[in-house]
């Protein structure tokens, strides 16, 4: 039957992702072309969005998911968003912009640790493969990044919002229709206070470790576009470069699961922070573009494996009531905090010589390599 946990999981990454590929990088440009804020102020409006990110997958998240079932957390925020995102049409004024993104912040984020808490929950009660769905969110991404390219090109950056009301009305579609049983299951649902998460030292260790190494990529999440003109691309070929590097973590992801079994959590976090100093560093020591498409292929690395460590960490170190909690401050502190921190570290130094963004966040992915020993191999 095709409607298998694998088929729904792989589904419900594609139809996130796919949103996620127009709101990630195009979002600012909205703002700035549709609502016409300045470009500081459409940066601040970004930076306070990742801080309420950051602050509902570590509070609210973990809340929500001792009452309610995985599957009906996903549908209902997922509904949300769709809904939430309309109300972008009528602001225009800076307050209610302000408004509008702290409360679409606080509900459409956070359906990123849900889809994957959803994976981990259902690789241990089903053991199907993770990294095979995980595969098709990079892949829905991929799709969203080279449609938008095209609506934009047509219909100017009005296509943006538009696009992504509907790819958020596709993704409360696919939560909502036959979720995994597992999934809809309150049995063991309960509240797991974050003391009882912070006594796993291989979670605290691996936290750390993911603080480092994802929030590493801030200078290229928010600088990368602007320092591929520094150095002289066009824009038809920015949007090539750039999906380099969800081609490169696409790969990985539908290989990790058969490649990986039998590799530790810790050599792979090692691998990862290595990968992630060398990438950063070979951005600053040769400003070109040919590195820089060479470094692309290192996202499989930096991102890819580093979070595919993580999933497993969770799988293996925690049982499936404690899985939500734990995904929501990983997502909160490795994947928003520490993001948003060090994007302003990195623009102010991108504003003085851009690439000491890029020679910042190899520093910063440093120690990851260090502590990455310290991991023990056992539970807890």
């Keep these: 039957m095709i409607f298998t946990s694998q088929f ?38 970004i930076a306070i969005g990742l801080f309420i990110r950051a602050a509902s997958t570590f509070f609210l998240y973990p809340a929500l998911s001792a009452k309610f079932p995985a599957g009906t957390l996903l549908k209902w925020f997922s509904i949300l968003a769709a809904l939430l995102s309309l109300l972008f049409i009528p602001a225009s004024s800076y307050m209610m912009l302000l408004m509008v993104m702290i409360v679409f912040s606080l509900i459409y984020p956070i359906i990123m640790p849900m889809a994957d808490s ?23 991404y ?16 009005t296509a943006i919002l538009y696009m992504l009301i509907g790819s958020l009305v596709f993704t409360a579609a696919v939560a909502s229709f036959r979720t995994p049983s597992v999934l809809q299951q309150s049995g063991d649902l309960r509240h797991v206070p974050l003391r009882q998460l912070f ?5 605290v ?76 560093a070979l951005m600053f020591i040769f400003p070109s573009v040919p590195v820089y498409i060479f470094a692309q292929v290192f996202h499989a690395f930096t ?41 302003f570290g990195a623009g102010f130094l991108y504003d003085i010589e851009p690439r000491l963004a890029f020679l910042s966040m190899a520093v910063v992915a440093l120690p990851a390599v260090f502590i990455s020993f310290l991991m023990r191999k056992g539970k807890r």
């Design 142 to 157: 991929t799709v969203s990044v080279f449609l938008i390219g095209i609506a934009t090109a047509m219909f100017t950056n």
């Design 199 to 203: 006594r796993s030292r291989r979670f």
């Design 118 to 140: 959803a994976g981990a929950l259902l690789m241990k009660t089903e053991h199907i493969h993770y990294g095979k769905s995980r595969s098709w969110g990079s892949i829905g």
């Design 303 to 343: 991102f890819g494996l580093a979070h595919y460590a993580f999933i497993r960490l969770l799988n293996e170190e925690f049982d499936s009531s404690e899985i939500p909690a734990a995904q929501g401050v990983y997502s909160s502190l490795g994947m928003g905090l520490s993001t948003a921190v060090l994007t």
């Design 205 to 280: 260790t691996a936290l750390i470790i993911c603080v480092l190494i994802q929030g590493a990529h801030a200078a290229y999440y928010n600088y990368g576009v602007l320092y591929l003109e520094y150095l002289g691309v066009n824009n038809i070929w920015t949007g090539v470069i750039l999906n380099i590097a969800v081609a490169a973590e696409i790969l990985f992801f539908m290989v990790a699961d058969r490649f990986l079994g039998r590799v530790s959590v810790r050599s792979m976090f090692m691998w990862a922070a290595l990968a992630a100093v060398l990438r950063w």
């Design 8 to 45: 729904w999981l792989s589904l419900m990454f594609f139809a996130f992702y796919f949103s996620w590929g127009i709101f990630m990088p195009y979002w600012n440009a909205w703002l700035v072309s549709e609502k016409q804020l300045p470009v500081e102020t459409a940066s601040t409006l």
